[in-house]
């Protein structure tokens, strides 16, 4: 059974800093691309970033270029997003997302977890 667990939303005040991360289980996804969807009120779902299998190649929005940082652990079946200088426009629930390559995560991906909450409050 594929399951993509995240954890680690809460509540941040505006500049601050939180991570996010994503558990991903029932497949190799060692060899799947990872990455990061959020939603927030009223809002559509958009793209945040993805990361490569190996990690060799990263994709961010351009809303959080330069503030988010996406990576994987050692045994490449987890994901994390580190966020900093969090806006209260980041406020959003945060879903995991996997796909075999990056593009495929940006444009759709197949497998997605639950979502975390994110608050950032001004």
């Known amino acids: 059974q594929v399951q993509l667990v995240e954890s680690g939303g809460g509540l941040v005040q505006a500049g601050g800093s939180l991570s996010v991360s994503c558990a991903a289980s029932?497949?190799?996804?060692?060899?799947?691309?990872l990455g990061w969807f959020r939603q927030a009120p009223g809002k559509e779902r958009e793209f945040v970033a993805a990361?490569?299998?190996?990690?060799?190649?990263?994709s961010y929005a351009d809303s959080v270029k330069g503030r988010f940082t996406i990576s994987r652990g050692n045994t490449k079946n987890t994901v994390y997003l580190q966020m900093n200088s969090l806006k209260p426009e980041d406020t959003a629930v945060y879903y995991c997302a996997a796909d075999r390559q990056v593009d495929r995560v940006r444009g759709g991906p197949v497998y997605w977890g639950q979502g975390t909450q994110v608050t950032v409050s001004s």
């Open positions: 029932g497949r190799t996804f060692s060899t799947y691309a």
């Open positions: 990361i490569s299998w190996n990690g060799g190649t990263t």
